[in-house]
């Protein structure tokens, strides 16, 4: 088996993610059958408890894996959906090596981090890679990190099994004072990964202006490696050009030689280039408000910018994006704050603070024929407006937010009100029946499809009559749950349970978003 592990240095979000999700898709263009692993160092069994304000947002696979957002990465760049297998965190290999051990596989030894972590480790990267040409691993964190470690033993004894490439992504600062750029940082930080027992086979320094080759060199000679090895990925406006750079300076072909790979086939970019070509030149632009309430972290809204990035690729039109905290409309008033905008779409997410601001801005583009998308909590709180100024229930509300209203349009379902906290979420792709003749079902083109879902409340069936005879319809379901609400006397006014985000691709952009966008 052919493992590449990604390594970072000096400091975190380098772009360790973006790095390794751009050499997937470039050695996928090699016609390999490749696939990326995200390791995450944190305790966490998996991202789903993670607050945003640290992490950003929790990415959901299709097989219901709540993970690290570099598998969102992974999936647009890669072009295919990854299991949940394939993000790796510390807690879950504590937790298993704990099960192991309770259970007897050790038979009395004493457990230690080596072997018996690592080889656990090694077992998790060796069984997902089996089925690949190539497996590409990154493991989070920097060197030095003392959660770390055990991964990068674990990848440090992997290239005495099997044949390994190890990328080091790095930083080079510019100091401006000084006008120049400096390397010790990185060779102070590939001593470091040295010292570990891993010696980097290419070192992608991560900086705001392209190296000189004056650093380069220095690079190369500290470092141990050949100065073609030194990759310089500058700072650019447009993270989708990232493999050009790296493919400009022959990272994937180090890979293939070092690895013994022999294929005479040429990188196919072509569909990626015209990608590239259609989202660098747009005929118009849109103005898009994403209404939310983790709007300091654009990270935690990742999916969603990016979707709306493809659809706005695919109909040539420049979406400038504007998040919005719902805060600031309680305060000032949607009329004030969302004034001028194209679209608005209300963001998913958790817990009480800023939900009145979202229900203000979903009456201000309902009233104004603003074409309005509700995701996930976005669609129960378009549910509760409707309910409050259509049908005049004035205490109308979610249980999660009220449990005392009378008028209770989002619930628990009966059978999960008994259920620990965990127990009541509903996570993956699930199946959508769509009804006919509704705008969704014309977005679509199908009876069904299969979407991710990330929530535990859902719209209460008992006032199901009352929303479609005061004029909303119900136009998808899943085993008779709500699944999809619009409006037709609206441009777009669409509500989904699901994550479309999630699922959407640079070549192959979500529907729903590209009819947003084509609007």
Same mark, same amino acid.
């Not at 989708?240 to 070092?258: M, N, V, W």
């Given at each position: ?45 998996? =991202?789903? *408890? ?5 992490? /950003? ?50 038979? /009395?030894? *004493? ?14 990267? %060796? ?11 990154? !493991? @989070? ?66 900086? +705001? ?16 490696? $050949? ?29 293939? &030689? ?47 910018? +990016? ?12 979406? +400038? !994006? ?7 409309? &309680? ?29 203000? =801005? ?9 074409? !309005? ?29 009220? %449990? ?9 379902? $009966?059978?999960?009100?008994? #259920? ?24 679509? %083109? ?21 929303? &479609? ?9 899943? #085993? ?14 669409? @509500? ?14 979500? $529907? ?8």
């Amino acid at each position: 088996m052919k493992f590449v592990f990604i390594t970072g240095g000096v400091l975190s979000s380098l772009g360790k993610g973006i790095t390794t999700a751009s050499l997937g898709l470039l050695l996928k263009s090699r016609k390999l059958k490749v696939t990326l692993v995200k390791v995450d160092p944190y305790l966490n069994s998996d =991202a789903g *408890t993670m607050n945003p304000y640290q992490h /950003g947002e929790v990415f959901v696979t299709e097989d219901g894996g709540e993970t690290d957002l570099d598998i969102g990465h992974y999936e647009r760049f890669l072009g295919e959906n990854l299991p949940k297998r394939n993000n790796i965190t510390a807690g879950q290999v504590y937790h298993e090596i704990i099960h192991k051990e309770r259970k007897g596989d050790y038979l /009395g030894a *004493t457990v230690q981090v080596v072997p018996h972590l690592t080889n656990l480790i090694k077992d998790k990267f %060796k069984e997902i890679g089996k089925e690949y040409d190539l497996c590409l691993v990154e !493991i @989070g964190g920097t060197v030095g990190d003392i959660e770390s470690l055990p991964f990068l033993e674990a990848a440090r004894q992997m290239g005495l099994e099997e044949n390994c490439f190890y990328v080091h992504v790095s930083y080079v600062p510019f100091v401006k004072s000084v006008g120049e750029l400096k390397t010790k940082p990185t060779q102070h930080s590939v001593q470091k990964l040295r010292e570990i027992g891993i010696q980097p086979d290419a070192i992608v320094c991560r900086s +705001e202006y392209p190296l000189t080759e004056e650093a380069r060199s220095k690079i190369a000679l500290f470092s141990s490696v $050949p100065i073609r090895a030194v990759i310089s990925a500058y700072d650019v406006d447009n993270v989708y050009r990232i493999p050009f750079i790296l493919a400009s300076q022959g990272l994937d072909d180090l890979i293939l &030689e070092k690895l013994g790979i022999r294929t005479y086939l040429k990188r196919d970019m072509s569909s990626w280039e015209e990608f590239i070509k259609k989202l660098e030149n747009p005929k118009r632009t849109k103005k898009v408000a994403i209404v939310g309430k983790y709007v300091e972290v654009r990270d935690a809204y990742k999916s969603l910018i +990016e979707a709306i990035i493809h659809a706005g690729a695919h109909t040539l039109t420049k979406p +400038e !994006i504007d998040l919005v905290d719902s805060l600031d409309i &309680e305060e000032k008033g949607a009329e004030e704050i969302l004034k001028g905008y194209d679209v608005i779409i209300i963001a998913g997410g958790f817990g009480r603070r800023g939900i009145e601001g979202k229900i203000e =801005a979903i009456r201000f583009a309902r009233e104004n024929k603003i074409p !309005i998308l509700g995701i996930c909590l976005g669609m129960q709180l378009m549910t509760v407006e409707w309910a409050r100024n259509v049908l005049g229930w004035k205490d109308a509300h979610s249980e999660e937010f009220n %449990k005392d209203t009378k008028h209770p349009v989002i619930h628990l379902l $009966p059978e999960q009100k008994d #259920k620990p906290l965990g127990g009541t979420m509903r996570l993956g792709g699930q199946e959508i029946k769509l009804k006919k003749g509704t705008m969704i079902y014309e977005i679509y %083109k199908r009876n069904s499809v299969v979407e991710r879902h990330r929530h535990r409340y859902e719209f209460n069936n008992e006032f199901k009559k009352d929303f &479609e005879n005061s004029g909303l319809t119900i136009s998808g379901e899943t #085993k008779g749950l709500v699944e999809v609400i619009e409006w037709s006397e609206h441009p777009f006014f669409v @509500g989904v349970q699901f994550h479309p985000e999630y699922s959407s691709k640079p070549l192959k952009p979500h $529907p729903i978003f590209l009819r947003l966008m084509e609007m």
